[in-house]
């Protein structure tokens, strides 16, 4: 009984977001007559745990990541979001490279804590990305600037998890709210429920991330 305790208060956050997402589809369902696909459901279900893993800094976060990128990679091509199939595509390989670098962190480390970008490195990607998007915009228009847009945002967030980058978090956060727009466009109603936990989620995930190094700044102080 304890094991089972252990494990409903450890994952409470994650039980929490799966049984919101379910209830979301219920309503859908219910409601509005909204059946979402199976594969759909999948994906939403296991990218609420591989968020949650990663906001807890868990390396399993990146296996779960991995099987959430082909869930994803085959539902997208689906529905026409051809952005989105290559942003998961080059994600899939970088959650790979994630996984060595949490396992093998850098010498005379035992593991990698959480940092943040160079300021100068956030004014560049910052400043890129919102040339990207108004050139996009320009050139292809709303829709198609938000997909290409978003999977910059989240092939480089991806990226700095690897290397537990605050800014992750941030990139994810406003990726996943620019999504909610690009979903409704296209019927893709269920998915909602996992932008919406994401966003709770990668939030929550700054929030602590920061109070971690904030903590270990004071500590360094002290000693």
Partial sequence: MTGIKNFFIDNRVMLIMLAFAAAFEAVLRLAFGISAPPIELATVAVGIISLDLGRRQKVSNFFFNIIFSAL????????GLYGQVAMRSVMAVIFIVGIYFWLHPD???KLIRPTHLHPAAR???YGGI???AAVLCFQFGAVKAMDYTVMTMVIIGAMLLTRKKIDVWILY?????ISIFLFISTGGFAYLAFLLCAIYNEAKAAREWNMEIA???KSNVRN
């Avoid at 994803?72 to 529905?79: D, M, N, P, V």
Wanted: charged fraction near 20%; avoid cysteine.
């Fill in 72 to 79: 994803t990679i085959y539902w997208f091509s689906q529905i």
């Fill in 107 to 109: 010498k005379n480390k």
């Fill in 123 to 125: 004014i560049i990607i």
């Fill in 130 to 132: 919102l040339i990207l």
């Fill in 173 to 177: 956060l406003i990726a996943d709210t």
């Fill in 215 to 217: 903590a270990r700044k």
